[in-house]
């Protein structure tokens, strides 16, 4: 009898196991266990989110999802985005407005080819929602010319061109810890272009953040999480802005177990949300 019921205890013990299972935990950036209720109460006291992602992680792009919608519940929302270049803002007011279908823009507009599954749904409630989509991203032309040439070429550019990019010249610091790692990783071959090409993109996200702010609202950035880990890029150049702007970051990263922060991660955003290394990816 006993041995019975230690063997349904066990069979309870396993199944409950089983049963609470995540797919993902939520850290504060010391490596404490945080939750999602946590997170919203923080996103919705703050002027910026900017949500750090794995582009091709589906659960990342489904919590970015869910957060807006709460967040969007209490507080006036501008939502926008790495994944649209500002170039093609014109497209995209025209489908939020209704002007054009999904198929209009897709012909007129340079989307990722991950578009449908992980941004429509986030451009779709900015639509429904008839609140601005703000594409931040410098074109991707102009950020592959820093790349090949820095960025004293993008002076030559005429002014009509320059409307897309962050007010030049930008600031570069290359002591910041994320682009020397990236120079770091390179072995110094290309010189300091790379970084600077992360850079632009950087600078040119925080001015369009920084220029569509509004009074008593929260604006939701969507970025790869290398954009924001460590309170630096697009976080760095939105307090060049303004030194007293209150910002929330979150970063993406994935482990084998997501029940303990791993301790390289800490420190790495005020959120640091950790998915299990086999979730689906979206490509």
């Known amino acids: 009898m006993r041995n019975t019921i230690s063997a349904v205890i066990s069979l309870l013990s396993f199944l409950l196991t089983a049963q609470n299972k995540s797919p993902y935990q939520l850290f504060d950036k010391n490596g404490k266990k945080t939750t999602y209720d946590k997170l919203l109460k923080a996103s919705l006291s703050t002027e910026v ?10 659960v990342v792009h489904w919590l970015q999802l869910e957060l ?18 500002a170039d093609n803002q014109k497209q995209l007011d025209a489908y939020l407005r209704g002007e054009i279908d999904q198929k209009q823009l897709d012909s007129t507009a340079r989307l990722w080819s991950n578009y449908e599954t992980d941004y429509k749904p986030l451009v779709d409630f900015a639509k429904e ?11 991707r032309r102009y950020a592959s010319m820093v790349f090949k040439k820095g960025l004293e070429e993008l002076e030559t550019l005429p002014d009509t061109d320059k409307m897309w990019i962050a007010p030049l010249p930008i600031e570069f610091d290359l002591n910041l810890p994320g682009y020397k790692a ?59 802005e303004k030194a007293a702007i209150k910002i929330i970051t979150i970063a993406t990263v994935e482990q084998k177990d997501v029940a303990k922060l791993e301790k390289e991660h800490y420190n790495k955003a005020d959120f640091i949300l950790v998915i299990d290394e086999d979730v689906t990816k979206t490509y």
């Open 49 to 58: 989110v900017l949500f750090g992602e794995h582009h091709n992680n589906s």
């Open 129 to 139: 929602l008839k609140v601005p989509f703000i594409a931040t991203n410098i074109p």
């Open 68 to 85: 807006t919608k709460d967040i969007a519940q209490k507080r006036e929302v501008v939502l926008g985005a790495e994944m649209l270049e």
């Open 182 to 240: 990236m120079l770091d990783m390179q072995g110094g071959h290309a010189g300091d272009k790379m970084p600077k090409a992360q850079a632009i993109k950087d600078a040119t996200m925080a001015y369009f953040i920084y220029k569509n702010l509004r009074v008593n609202t929260v604006f939701v950035h969507y970025n790869g999480t290398y954009h924001s880990d460590n309170f630096e890029g697009i976080n760095w150049y939105l307090k060049k």
